[in-house]
């Protein structure tokens, strides 16, 4: 996907195939490659949704996470002669390790893009065209962001091949949701010329309206809501950057050129995409265009579909199953002279009795209890939450970590106690704590614990004692995993008092 360089390469699109129009044409076959933006937090949908462990990654409708569904939307596409690639996946560098572990337990093959800090979607659709392009061919890009459900996958596809020929034909190409009611929480495209067939191109954009404007759009027909899916050949979206946002198109392909592979992950150049300016695809590019006949033709394309971006909890309530009663659960509840609501169970009993249009999310460590009028609103207290400091702003209870995970069970003032959980041949990094000393105590499994100069095995119901200030590390070399309490004591127990001298997983 990329190439390690010694010194800083000149930015240049020389690598990167470029077809002429009138031969794309007439291309007889075309590739497309799926390209998932999986940087988002979703913090809409909290308690569920976290900054450490996002929407995406989480089992909102089904079985499978919104990421792993979303990733297997262009299974089985076949059109025009076309044919997928390996999906490209772009997140952050704090998901990449349950991203991979989510593509491996579906089978997946993906190529895997970590962005070293965010800078919205555009620059990482700059990244995911570049790797596009890396393997010498101009594909067409399915650009999607990880957290939208979609009900009919056929109709999808359809709409897909629909966007492909105009893509192919040298065009940027999104897919438009025709509204089925007047919302404020979507952007909305005004339909322009009739290109027949469900396209049309685009007169311009619409930030989130208000609510009288948004009736009268709805009421107009000639709106349709933003869904936030984009289709474009990878040299016409560079080639179109370059002329409208150049700095970002210069900081990302530099990136990229001195980007280098890590194990399963692609890791652009750090500073280099520091560098690039941050914004959306539709403020850096899709309202651009029309504005410059040097710039490609702007179409959308209608997506009739069971569309939903699933941005609160009242979109999660529209997408599910009802009861007679319009109520709509996860996990284990009780409605009782209930209507119109919404409750989601991660363990405890919810018993819900004479209310209307409430929405309540329980969670290890955290109750929402809103009107689904005000939904919007809980992105709001989170913030507040992240003023205060509250842990559950950004993480769970049940924190993943790429050797398994810890559960925080219990804590006091100078106590914590946590369920550790150690995959087979999990390995944790080599570290020492300056404020807390450890106890481990195996329940289940085998570990390997290294103290100091000290290396033995431990086996269930034994325990050792880790002193504050004397380097350790927990392993485990069996092919169960390993489960144990470990209780901490100390004067400080945050997880940034760790100091850390060698880790499996390249972390800092």
């Avoid at 890791?267 to 029309?290: C, H, N, Q, T």
Wanted: hydrophobic letters at 40%.
């Amino acid at each position: 996907m990329g190439h390690t360089s010694m010194s800083e390469p000149e930015v240049s699109d020389s690598d990167i195939k470029i077809i002429p129009t009138e031969e794309r044409a007439s291309a007889a076959a075309v590739r497309l490659v799926p390209v998932v933006l999986a940087g988002g937090v979703g913090s809409r949908l909290w308690p569920v949704s976290r900054e450490q462990y996002p929407k995406q990654l989480i089992d909102l409708l089904g079985r499978d996470s919104l990421l792993q569904a979303t990733v297997q939307r262009m299974k089985g596409f076949h059109a025009d002669g076309g044919t997928v690639s390996t999906p490209i996946i772009v997140c952050g560098d704090d998901h990449r390790f349950v991203t991979s572990e989510q593509l491996r337990a579906r089978g997946i093959d993906a190529r895997i893009v970590v962005e070293p800090t965010r800078r919205d979607t555009a620059p990482a659709l700059t990244l995911a065209a570049a790797a596009a392009c890396s393997d010498g061919d101009d594909a067409i890009i399915v650009a999607m962001p990880a957290d939208h459900s979609i009900e009919n996958l056929n109709a999808f596809q359809s709409t897909i091949a629909l966007a492909a020929r105009h893509a192919q034909r040298g065009a940027i190409v999104t897919l438009g949701v025709p509204p089925t009611r007047p919302d404020t929480g979507f952007g909305y495209i005004k339909l322009g010329t009739d290109l027949s067939g469900g396209a049309h191109r685009i007169e311009r954009f619409v930030e989130k309206p208000a609510t009288e404007l948004a009736a009268r759009y709805v009421a107009s027909g000639q709106y349709w809501w933003n869904s936030g899916i984009f289709v474009v050949r990878a040299s016409v979206w560079l080639a179109t950057l370059k002329v409208i946002q150049p700095a970002m198109h210069d900081a990302c392909l530099l990136a990229h050129a001195q980007g280098t592979c890590d194990g399963l992950y692609f890791r652009p150049g750090v500073e280099a995409f520091k560098s690039s300016p941050s914004d959306s695809i539709d403020y850096a590019v899709m309202e651009r265009l029309g504005s410059d006949e040097r710039l490609a033709e702007g179409v959308v394309v209608s997506l009739d579909a069971g569309w939903s971006d699933l941005g609160s909890w009242d979109a999660v309530w529209e997408a599910l199953d009802k009861d007679a009663d319009g109520n709509a659960a996860r996990g284990r509840v009780v409605f009782e002279g209930t209507t119109s609501s919404f409750a989601h169970s991660q363990g405890r009993l919810i018993a819900c009795v004479g209310v209307t249009n409430v929405v309540v999310v329980e969670t290890d460590d955290a109750v929402l209890v809103a009107d689904r009028s005000r939904l919007q609103e809980v992105k709001s207290v989170v913030s507040r939450m992240k003023a205060l400091q509250a842990p559950e702003a950004d993480a769970h209870r049940k924190v993943r970590r790429p050797w398994g995970y810890y559960d925080s069970i219990d804590r006091g003032e100078r106590f914590q106690v946590k369920r550790i959980v150690v995959n087979p041949g999990g390995r944790l990094s080599l570290q020492l704590h300056h404020h807390r000393a450890e106890h481990w105590i195996v329940v289940s499994g085998t570990a390997l614990v290294t103290r100091g100069s000290e290396e033995f095995m431990l086996s269930e119901n034994q325990s050792t004692f880790i002193p504050l200030g004397v380097t350790h590390r927990l392993e485990n070399p069996g092919k169960l995993p390993l489960e144990l309490i470990e209780v901490q004591s100390g004067s400080y127990l945050g997880e940034d008092d760790i100091v850390r001298f060698d880790d499996t997983y390249g972390r800092a």
